[in-house]
């Protein structure tokens, strides 16, 4: 009598076990099948359940500056400078401006290191390179004012 309860005892058990291995057998078939060895995750598309509402993206309006060196209309505004004279210039305006500005020795160009910042930088031939010279084109106020220029014509 005793056998026979653990006998049925056992097989109520392993019946257990295959119907759980059955029931995930079949939620993997029914889930969509991801590349196997992808490290990307896998997305749900449109599954928005927050309550909060969805906040519309803020884009730049771009203003209709003109460019205080070549005096045609700036089309991206980020990416300009502002004219020591008042006004905003091209980044390439600028670029070309400092480069005509000075004499560069062989091996030396000028760059921007930011912060309305550029530097003459010195290319050693092993590949490492240096600055021998600073040129501020823009003060940390103006700078600063074109950021908030920038931040605030957006919708």
């Known amino acids: 009598m005793e056998q026979e309860k653990r006998e049925k005892r056992q097989r109520k058990r392993s019946d257990r076990r295959s119907r759980q291995k059955r029931k995930a057998k079949q939620s993997q078939s029914e889930s969509p099948k991801a590349k196997k060895h992808s490290l990307l995750p896998i997305v749900r598309v449109g599954t928005h359940r927050s309550s909060l509402p969805l906040e519309p993206v ?13 005096h045609q209309r700036i089309d991206v505004i980020a990416s300009a400078l502002t004219h020591p004279s008042g006004g905003y210039a091209h ?33 050693d031939p092993d590949g490492s390179f240096s600055f021998t010279e600073q040129i501020v084109w823009e003060d940390p106020k103006a700078f600063d004012a074109m950021k908030k220029y920038v931040e605030t014509i957006k919708q």
């Open 58 to 70: 803020k884009q730049v309006v771009e203003p209709k500056e003109e460019c205080a060196i070549c």
């Open 91 to 123: 980044f390439d305006c600028v670029l070309g401006q400092l480069e005509s500005e000075r004499t560069l020795a062989e091996g030396q160009k000028i760059s921007y290191i930011g912060r309305g910042t550029f530097a003459v930088v010195q290319s």
